[in-house]
T-cell receptor
Framework: QKEVEQDPGPLSVPEGAIVSLNCTYSNSAFQYFMWYRQYSRKGPELLMYTYSSGNKEDGRFTAQVDKSSKYISLFIRDSQPSDSATYLCAMSARYTGFQKLVFGTGTRLLVSP | DGGITQSPKYLFRKEGQNVTLSCEQNLNHDAMYWYRQDPGQGLRLIYYSQIVNDFQKGDIAEGYSVSREKKESFPLTVTSAQKNPTAFYLC??????????????FGPGTRLTVL
C-alpha cells in the first residue's frame, strides 16, 4: 500500500463548477500538508500549505485536512479553463530535522469552457 | 526575481554516456533536492542536501551522483549505471529551519531522453 493515494483522473468539469480533489494517507506522523499545481511540462507550483487539521482558504482555493480520517481535500470554486493542470498532494513528517516530502501521483483536471 | 533555474530544458543521452543536469537557486535556501517524475509514479527523491559540502541519498540514488560545492548550486549527474534514465527531473529548494523549512519550491524541470 502506498503512503499517499490519489486518484489519477482525469477529472473533467465545465467552467464554473466546484472541483473537489482528494488524497488519503496511511502515516499518522504526517503533519504538514501541501497542494501543488503542475502544468504540462512544467515544474510544480505550491498552491496551498496547511499544518495539522482544519481549513485554509486562499481566493478560490480551500484546503481541508482531516487527520482523524487521514484525508485531505482541495476545493476549487468557480473553476476556470486556466485551472486545467495536474494537482499533486504532498505531505511530510520530520525525521531528525530533515523534511521528507511524500507525494501523491497527481490528479489531472480538465476544465472545459 | 528569486527562483530556481534548471538547464537544459531538454537533454538527449546516448547509451553509456554520463550527463549532468544543472540546478541554481537565488532564494538563499540552505536545502536542495533532486526528484525524478515518471508517469503514474509521482515524484521520487533521488538526493538531497541540507548544507554546503553535505548530501544524502534519497529513495532512488543508484546510478546518480551529486555535489554541493556552493549554496546556490546542486548539479545532478546521471551516470551510465542508471538503467532507465528517461524521465522528467525536478530540482527543489527549501529553508532548513523553522516552519518555512517544510515548503519546497521547484524549478521548471529537465526532460532527459535516452536515445
Amino acid at each position: 500500500q502506498k503512503e499517499v493515494e490519489q486518484d489519477p483522473g482525469p477529472l473533467s468539469v465545465p467552467e464554473g463548477a466546484i472541483v473537489s480533489l482528494n488524497c488519503t494517507y496511511s502515516n499518522s506522523a504526517f503533519q504538514y500538508f501541501m497542494w501543488y499545481r503542475q502544468y504540462s511540462r512544467k515544474g510544480p507550483e505550491l498552491l496551498m500549505y496547511t499544518y495539522s487539521s482544519g481549513n485554509k482558504e486562499d481566493g478560490r482555493f480551500t484546503a481541508q485536512v482531516d487527520k482523524s480520517s487521514k484525508y485531505i481535500s482541495l476545493f476549487i470554486r468557480d473553476s476556470q479553463p486556466s485551472d486545467s493542470a495536474t494537482y499533486l498532494c504532498a505531505m511530510s513528517a520530520r525525521y531528525t530535522g530533515f523534511q521528507k516530502l511524500v507525494f501523491g501521483t497527481g490528479t489531472r483536471l480538465l476544465v472545459s469552457p | 526575481d528569486g527562483g530556481i533555474t534548471q538547464s537544459p530544458k531538454y537533454l538527449f543521452r546516448k547509451e553509456g554516456q554520463n550527463v549532468t543536469l544543472s540546478c541554481e537557486q537565488n532564494l538563499n535556501h540552505d536545502a536542495m533536492y533532486w526528484y525524478r517524475q515518471d508517469p503514474g509514479q509521482g515524484l521520487r527523491l533521488i538526493y538531497y542536501s541540507q548544507i554546503v559540502n553535505d548530501f544524502q541519498k534519497g529513495d532512488i540514488a543508484e546510478g546518480y551522483s551529486v555535489s554541493r560545492e556552493k549554496k546556490e548550486s546542486f548539479p545532478l549527474t546521471v551516470t551510465s549505471a542508471q538503467k532507465n534514465p528517461t524521465a522528467f527531473y525536478l530540482c527543489a529548494s527549501s529553508q532548513r529551519e523553522g516552519l518555512a523549512a517544510d515548503t519546497q519550491y521547484f524549478g521548471p524541470g529537465t526532460r532527459l531522453t535516452v536515445l
